[in-house]
């Protein structure tokens, strides 16, 4: 009978150190993810906002333009 229960004892070790390693791999990979997810976001709302400055550049270039267009030229009586 000891030996049935050293056999569950060594058992129930094996498992729960099993589980153990188990649960730290999925937190490194989560956390790997979560870094990666993070830069990712990064990197994408750079570039984001990188196209909406250079779109307010182009508007107010062109607004300009528009403006000028708009504008009558008068001579210059002096």
Request: glycine share 6%; hydrophobic share 20%; aromatic share 2%.
């Amino acid at each position: 009978m000891g030996n049935i229960y050293e056999e569950m004892r060594n058992r129930n070790q094996m498992n729960s150190t099993i589980s153990e390693i188990d649960k730290e791999l999925e937190i490194n990979e989560y956390q790997k993810v979560g870094r990666q997810k993070v830069e990712d976001n990064l990197d994408s709302s750079g570039l984001m906002n990188g196209d909406i400055l250079r779109q307010k550049r182009e508007d107010k270039t062109t607004s300009s333009t528009d403006r000028q267009a708009e504008l009558p030229q008068t001579p210059n009586k002096r």
